[in-house]
């Protein structure tokens, strides 16, 4: 284990304390009493007072916040305040459908991408750099959850070829929930498709500019030889630094694109609690998205020194 | 950067490169685009503060769901009122938001970012740990934590994407502050005896401004992007202040009834980002052509 990995790794824990910290202090501590929320303000002193203690909520702020982070360590995260259920079944159940959704999008996400901008960085400044990088543009300026309604409009409302929303679960097998998953992921790629095209576009030029390209080529290689083996993989660091970025993007991204579609996921959950005054279950699911986009951004740095050992050394 | 660094240099000299600015502006295409549709944005948001075709509050569920007429140039929605009247209001509501949530983020981050170039240390290390902190919490998730202890509403928002707009700047200002901090004019400043509060004020700030502005408009179509989720989403602008993220959420139960009332917003939105950054990207050009030529 490396000094730098040390450093990257405490940096790491750092920010998840950190985060769990205000996630804990907006969430439980801020509002107040959560018993006197669910039960209203003409609620008994007496029964809020039973409902306090069943809670938990007694307990003075230090012991909860511990409680919650050795909770988080073993898996148990207190039951829901509305259903009375484990507050980690109720996220499982959704992360079946999120996760799913999240890699979908990102793998059309980094194809769309890779093959514009490669293609675009090739044939610079030619007729379909142009046109690419024009649609780009027009990609950028969507909102996600519009281009998604659009497609609902030509796919379901047109064509009657998918349906408008909901999903199919896996229990029938893998088809039937991929291809309830396929507009929402496909919304949800096109859009950061765009901006990773344009970074992919210009990180590729850039390297080609280098000397060693030309190096490569004076020993006689050729130019598809010398994109794929030698810029290919020196253009990725700034393409993997946006990836990381837009994985948060990503996060926030289906949060919106489930209730375009109507699909049971992380999303919903947190809306429903949100109606619910189920702050138990805010908490543990903003925290989780939080950790997840910390987390990603933390491999992303460890992989860049994977790809360019020269940053590992920088960084010492 | 060859602009003349101190106020006292004539306004002859100022002036000269200004028209050479809108020479230069005129003549390229994303710019003039750009600034054509921020403009029509901007001009319907001011517009609808003197004049709607009808008023975009009053409900008249007898003319509910009209197609498109001489009255009703884009018909009207379910509970009938004036779609054009709703776009010009919604553009108020947007720009609003939009300003107020970018002036947070910039004047916040800004400033953390100048004092963090200016200080350097463990004053520069902590807000840059703080303000990647930060980009852990996408507007969406700060939104929902507010809307679930204050309720949703246009605060909500504002704060939410004000939020998520500092550490962007932070960045962006330490980066090029940082630059103009290693220039010998810095250095010249310093030996004249300035303190480092007036070298950022004098030095700094006026060199990394046209980085800001371009920065800035970037943003503010990052932050039409995040209220117009955010509204769609409930968090947002409450009815019945039209908004265009509202109107697609309404319009989206009526999609195989009124499809185009789906239509209008979300190309509304479009247009305004598509503007703002197309805009962004031709200051970018036309304040810095070092920075044109890197890309």
Known sequence: ?316 | MSAPLTASAGTAAIARPVTGFWRRALRHRSFVLGSVLSLFVLGAALLSLVWTPWSAYDIDVASKLHPPSASHWLGTDVLGRDIVSLLLVGARSTIMVGVIAVGIGLSFGVGLGLVAAARKGWTEELIMRMSDFTFAFPAVLSAIMLAAVAGPGMVTSITAIGIFQIPTFVRVTRGSANAIWAREFVLAARAAGKGSFRITIEHVLPNILSILIVQATIQFALAILAEAALSYLGLGTQPPQPSWGRMLNDAQTLLFQSPMLAVYPGAAIAIAVLGLNLLGDGLRDLLDPRLARER
């Open chain 1, 1 to 316: 284990m490396s000094v730098f990995f040390l450093r990257r790794i405490l940096t790491l824990v750092a920010t998840l304390v950190a985060a769990s910290l205000i996630i804990f202090l907006v969430l439980d501590a801020l509002p107040g009493n959560a018993a006197q929320m669910l039960m209203g303000a003409d609620a008994s002193p007496d029964a809020v007072h039973a409902l306090t203690v069943k809670l938990g909520l007694d307990q003075p702020l230090t012991v909860r916040y511990l409680l919650w982070i050795r909770g988080m360590a073993v898996g148990d995260l207190g039951n829901s305040y509305v259903y009375g259920t484990p507050v980690a079944g109720l996220i499982a159940e959704r992360l079946v459908l999120t996760i799913p959704l999240a890699i979908m999008s990102m793998l059309i996400t980094v194809v769309l991408a890779l093959a514009a901008g490669i293609y675009t960085a090739a044939n610079h400044n030619k007729l379909g750099d142009v046109g690419v990088m024009s649609l780009t543009q027009i990609g950028i300026a969507l909102p996600n959850f519009w281009f998604a309604i659009l497609l609902i409009l030509l796919f379901s409302v047109k064509l009657q070829l998918l349906s408008a929303g909901g999903f199919a679960g896996w229990d029938d097998g893998i088809w039937p929930g991929i291809r309830s998953l396929l507009l929402p992921a496909i919304s949800l790629a096109v859009v950061q498709a765009a901006i990773l095209a344009r970074v992919t576009r210009s990180a590729v030029l850039e390297v080609l500019r280098e000397d060693f390209v030309r190096t490569a080529r004076a020993k006689g290689l050729g130019k598809r030889e010398v994109l794929w083996r030698h810029v290919l993989r020196n253009a990725m660091i700034p393409v993997m630094t946006v990836m990381g970025l837009q994985f948060a993007n990503l996060l926030a991204g289906t949060i919106v694109i489930e209730n375009v579609f109507y699909l049971p996921g992380l999303g919903r959950l947190i809306f429903q609690s949100i109606a619910n005054r189920d702050l138990i279950v805010v908490r543990n699911c903003v925290m989780l998205l939080a950790a997840m986009v910390v987390i990603v951004n933390f491999v992303v740095d460890v992989l860049y020194a994977f790809i360019d050992p020269r940053i590992k050394v920088a960084n010492l």
